[in-house]
């Protein structure tokens, strides 16, 4: 690390300056998936507290008996979550955690440009770039999830290279697989993104190998590793999809959500560090045009796959015609700019190596120096762009007129809580009372929930509302203690009649009333997947739970315990895994 000591003072310093709005003012954000995430998060700290982990959420959502977690990045989130009871508030966690993904993300990206014999300060200054880039700053200002994917996916520059040069040796395939499992154990969804980027230099790789049956056996070998570090991502979506009808992720227009990246609407900094990826596409195209007979076969091979994601997610794909053919694509990839998300780190990679090909291979040293200093100066203008945005959000936070759900950038209608404005929910952050601020707000997001029709896209304002009414809104009516494995609600009626209850039930849900478990006849879902059920007169109870299946709870096992291994093994052998880039 002692070589790499000045890229890792500069990223630091980076990282700190973008964070240096939040520290200064000592202000946090939540943005568009503030509550969401951190719901997951407060969920997993609790687990992992009181020792109680369970296969629904039973802390948090609303303690609707909802399976949230085992869905979405289960081992990450118990990272999170620890993290979270490590540093004591949410403030310093959002800090932490948030100075991680930068630090991470654009050390990776200069390890990145080494990798591919980048000089130092050229890589340097393409980890800033990144690290405040579009594909980021989204987690600062509004948690979301996906920045840590792809802030990872500068690890797979060196099996990128493996693949296309035919090196499949075991180690080389074991690596990619290692890569993918810790890609798929952030966000599933980014992974089934990101795997066709791979194809282009598997084909290329293929057709260089020596020795293909080998080096297919061990490529093999590297998917089944992935495959058996994913099952407990990979199981209990197949668990809870295969048995039930969920509601699915808000539908989003697709053309609404494509990638502005060609056209940039840069007024102020509103736009942030966006128009520094839009001058690096258009100089990597330029690039292309002016150096092509100049360039190596890898750099063309990554400049291209690289320019082709970042423009399919833009509105020159057809996306109306893809929306009309395929409609599932509104809830499942919702905005196509995640497409163009997930090339940036390869664009910006790509851009610097085509032209610094061009300059090594005419050994123009003018252009060498050129690039360096251009490249400095788009980190430079990167991390000030950037940093203004972070600055601004903190204080739209702070403005005592901002609405709780201006700040969470959701309708009134999607917010139940008896705060009106953003200021008021800021002491929540620096309290050891983790709970006051996950319980202080119910936002609504029905995601994952069962229901027994159909929800169709014109409909989703409906659903939104519907859940604060019948869960958020009907908490009060209840008591709720968290048991073993569960969660128990109880309440008293004067008369012995139909109930509805802020719960939802699954195939393999438990519901026990009043010591009667019920059968899937005893009660009804309704619309918005509530049950109704009946109750007796005087005290109630009802306690929830699920049982989960024997596969999904074997894979999960043994996936927690080949992360272990592999942990233990690399620890052991005091080598990074970013140093096998």
């Known amino acids: 690390m002692s070589k790499n000591r000045t890229a890792v003072t500069m990223i630091i310093l980076a990282a700190l300056v973008m964070l240096s709005p939040l520290l200064l003012n000592q202000q946090a954000i939540l943005g568009v998936d503030g509550y969401f995430q951190y719901n997951r998060v407060y969920e997993a700290a609790m687990q992992i507290k009181h020792n109680n982990f369970s296969f629904i959420n039973i802390y948090s959502f609303q303690q609707?008996?909802?399976?949230?977690?085992?869905?979405?990045?289960?081992?990450?989130?118990?990272?999170?979550?620890?993290?979270?009871?490590?540093v004591g508030t949410w403030f310093r966690f959002q800090v932490v955690s948030a100075f991680l993904v930068l630090f991470i993300s654009g050390f990776g990206m200069y390890r990145a440009g080494r990798k591919l014999s980048l000089p130092r300060n050229l890589a340097i200054a393409l980890g800033i770039i990144f690290l405040s880039s579009n594909a980021l700053y989204g987690f600062v200002i509004g948690i979301t999830w996906r920045s840590i994917a792809l802030g990872l996916l500068p690890l797979f520059v060196g099996p990128i290279i493996a693949l296309y040069e035919g090196d499949w040796q075991l180690k080389s395939m074991l690596q990619l697989g290692l890569y993918l499992a810790l890609l798929a154990q952030v966000q599933i969804l980014a992974t089934v993104i990101f795997i066709p980027f791979l194809i282009p230099f598997f084909c290329h790789g293929l057709r260089q190998s020596g020795q293909r049956a080998n080096g297919l056996l061990n490529l093999l070998a590297g998917a089944l590793f992935s495959l058996i570090l994913s099952l407990n991502v990979i199981l209990p979506i197949l668990e809870v999809y295969g048995g039930n009808k969920l509601i699915a992720p808000t539908t989003m227009d697709l053309m609404d959500q494509v990638s502005l990246v060609l056209q940039p609407a840069y007024i102020g900094v509103d736009s942030s560090s966006d128009i520094v990826i839009t001058i690096i596409t258009y100089a990597l195209i330029m690039g292309l045009i002016v150096f092509w007979r100049r360039l190596g076969a890898f750099t063309k091979h990554l400049s291209i796959v690289s320019i082709t994601y970042v423009l399919v997610g833009t509105s020159l794909f057809p996306w109306d015609t893809i929306q009309t053919w395929w409609p599932y694509l509104q809830s499942f990839l919702q905005m196509p700019r995640r497409i163009s998300l997930v090339g940036t780190p390869f664009l910006i990679l790509a851009t610097a190596l085509v032209y610094y090909e061009a300059a090594r291979n005419t050994e123009d040293l003018k252009l060498q120096k050129n690039l360096t200093i251009a490249s400095v100066f788009l980190g430079i203008?990167?991390?000030?762009?950037?940093?203004?945005?972070?600055?601004?959000?903190?204080?739209?936070?702070?403005?005592?007129?901002?609405r709780l759900a201006e700040g969470l950038q959701t309708s009134p209608s999607n917010v139940v809580s008896k705060l009106k404005y953003m200021p008021q929910l800021q002491p929540d952050f620096h309290?050891?009372?983790?709970?006051?601020?996950?319980?202080?707000?119910?936002?609504?997001?029905?995601?994952y929930i069962p229901i027994t029709h159909k929800i169709v896209p014109d409909?989703?304002?409906?659903?939104?509302?519907?859940?604060?009414?019948?869960?958020?809104?009907?908490?009060?009516?209840?008591?709720?203690?968290?048991?073993?494995?569960?969660?128990?609600?109880?309440?008293?009626?004067?008369?012995?009649?139909?109930?509805?209850?802020?719960?939802?039930?699954?195939?393999?849900?438990?519901?026990?009333?009043?010591?009667?478990?019920?059968?899937?006849?005893?009660?009804?879902?309704?619309?918005?997947?509530?049950?109704?059920?009946?109750?007796?007169?005087?005290?109630?109870?009802l306690t929830v739970r699920y049982q989960k299946s024997h596969v999904t709870a074997l894979g999960s096992g043994l996936t927690g315990a080949v992360w272990v291994i592999v942990v233990a093994v690399v620890c052991a052998m005091r080598i990074p895994l970013i140093k096998e880039m």
């Open 64 to 86: 609707a008996g909802r399976v949230v977690n085992s869905l979405y990045s289960p081992l990450m989130t118990y990272l999170a979550g620890a993290l979270l009871l490590l």
């Open 381 to 402: 203008l990167s991390l000030s762009l950037c940093t203004q945005k972070v600055a601004r959000n903190v204080h739209y936070s702070f403005q005592e007129k901002t």
């Open 431 to 447: 309290t050891r009372n983790l709970g006051k601020l996950i319980t202080q707000v119910d936002r609504a997001t029905p995601d």
């Open 459 to 541: 409909d989703y304002g409906k659903v939104y509302k519907a859940y604060s009414t019948n869960f958020s809104k009907q908490r009060h009516h209840f008591h709720y203690q968290v048991v073993k494995n569960g969660v128990k609600l109880s309440w008293t009626a004067k008369h012995a009649t139909t109930k509805s209850v802020p719960v939802v039930a699954y195939r393999r849900t438990q519901l026990v009333l009043n010591g009667h478990t019920l059968k899937s006849g005893e009660f009804k879902h309704k619309w918005i997947g509530n049950l109704s059920l009946k109750q007796r007169r005087g005290h109630n109870t």
